[in-house]
């Protein structure tokens, strides 16, 4: 028997709300990252429009077994750092890459779960590059989701993407099953071999939100905070995050709002 939960049509109203506040919330603070302003002031912004919203951080206080409690409202993850960076008052300058990653929590109790990255100014080359793969990467992950399919088909076609563009997939961190719960099963690898993993049903909601790196896959832990990810050989990182619904024929994106980035030319709709 599967321990992972299928939601019904008021279960499912529930999620997109809370998917389309969460993306609100990265509308929100988009206008205001330019050089000079530090990933606390991007925290101060995301708690702002939570408090206007009604809504409430799922990671500030968030601790799983074995971590301290995480003192931030949202992540936010520059250059080199994979994920889980902490705010700090420590300017974004011309050149860097942060992804911003925000979880919210309804009144009624429901997640929603997203992250984009965002330029700094101008970038290099490689840096553009890394983070329009990885949201294509993303994307085609996407894409795959429809009822029969198996998660190994979404790791599998990020996978194959990524490597064959050269960038390498983080292992250590996944997708996940959200509801009612901040992670649910099941793991989302992105990463895998089609026809594999579990078999996606109507009424299913999950994370898809690869982390591709421009170097070598390997990962560590920064310094002692128990919380920030950094990739071992310093190269950048870059990570997108959407909530996806599986329907009856395929997939809805949940985290979509006004101020979402333009879709993948390849992809045609983001709901199917």
């Known amino acids: 028997m599967s321990s992972i939960s299928t939601k019904n049509a008021e279960e499912i109203a529930g999620m997109r709300e809370a998917c389309r506040l969460a993306s609100e919330v990265l509308d929100y603070i988009t206008p205001h990252i330019k050089p000079g302003i530090t990933t606390l002031d991007i925290d101060r912004l995301g708690k702002e429009c939570m408090d206007k919203q009604g809504t409430v951080s799922a990671t500030i206080g968030y601790q799983p077994p074995g971590y301290p409690p995480y003192p931030g409202h949202l992540c936010t993850s520059a250059n080199h750092v994979v994920c889980h960076g902490i705010p ?25 779960d997203n992250s984009r990255m965002y330029l700094i100014g101008e970038c290099s080359i490689a840096a553009k590059r890394l983070c329009a793969l990885t949201f294509d990467a993303m994307w085609l992950g996407i894409q795959q989701v429809k009822p029969g399919a198996r998660l190994g088909d979404v790791g599998h076609a ?26 649910e099963e099941p793991q989302v690898l992105h990463y895998g071999r089609p026809g594999t993993g579990e078999l996606l049903v109507p009424g299913m909601t999950f994370t898809i939100e690869p982390m591709l790196n421009l170097g070598k896959r390997e990962i560590k832990e920064l310094g ?10 310093h190269s950048l990182s870059a990570q997108w995050e959407h909530t996806v619904l599986v329907t009856e024929t395929g997939y809805d994106v949940l985290t979509l709002s006004e101020g979402s980035p333009a879709l993948p030319p390849f992809v045609t709709s983001t709901r199917t």
């Open 88 to 112: 700090n008052d420590k300017a974004l300058k011309k050149g860097d890459i942060v992804n911003v990653d925000v979880t919210v929590i309804t009144k009624d109790g429901w997640f929603g």
């Open 158 to 183: 990020i996978q194959t993407f990524a490597e064959s563009n050269h960038l390498s997939v983080v292992r250590e961190f996944c997708g996940h099953g959200i509801g009612k719960k901040f992670h």
């Open 224 to 233: 002692k905070d128990g919380w920030t990810i950094i990739t071992k050989d």
